[in-house]
């Protein structure tokens, strides 16, 4: 069992706002997501979402935190920049991981980590056939993935991503409408590491997939924090004894 501490926060509107949608995720994105990892090994598990104070990230949940999950959509721009920055200095100063999903692209956070407006891209709902295609099988979040991952009916995504070329891109995909997006993209921030995972449309069952559920339990590992030394700051003696 992995004792990584694992938050997945989720806006937690659309299941609220449409049945169909609550359907397919009764207990919420983040329910499903946190039920995949679970499955994984993953036992300590927390959900926020975006109607709990602090939206579910005080400062003893992002303490208690080694991985952040994060599920956004339509309510990007109620999320509280205060909050946003604690987010921002948890990742880059504290090193911890982020995991950013699908409609995320747009999130205060991202763009933040990013240096970019909301990540704009090419998309529609149109129920496409997606494979997302392993570019990078030696990564650790490749780990027991097979050659591609087929997606009967998504949301379509199509480059041109407006985000920074990644450190490593791990997967791409193909849209049976022709587009093509770089789906899988790693970045590192300060001390944290960003993993960018594209599908998770909220009409689809896609966190119902066991191999979706196996890409997120690789990025949680990925993401984890390093055991890191304490460096100093300021005024700092010489290490060595200056010659007489």
Known sequence: MSDLRIT???EFVHEKKNEKIGAIYPE?????????????????????TLEMPEHGLTDEVL?????????????????????VEKVYKRVVLGGMGLVVLHSGHGSKIFGKLMGTEAGSLRWRESGDKERVWIVEPGHP????????????EEETYGERFEIPAPDQLVMISWFSGGEVFRSGCCY???RGKIFYFR??????PI??????????ANA?????????AEYKSGWCDSLEKPKE
């Open 207 to 216: 966190y119902q997939d066991k191999t979706i559920g196996k890409v997120l």
């Open 220 to 228: 949680a590992k990925w993401a984890a924090p390093v055991n890191f």
């Open 63 to 83: 303490a208690e935190t080694d991985v952040l999950f994060w599920w956004g959509h339509i309510r990007h721009g109620m999320v509280d920049d205060a909050v």
């Open 199 to 204: 599908p998770g449309h909220e009409a689809y």
């Open 28 to 48: 919420g994105i983040h329910g499903a997501i946190m039920q995949r990892l679970r499955k994984r090994g993953f036992t300590n598990l927390r959900a926020a």
């Open 141 to 152: 979040i490749a780990d027991g993935l097979p050659e591609y991952i087929e997606i009967p």
């Open 188 to 190: 590192q921030r300060g």
């Open 8 to 10: 997945v926060w989720n």
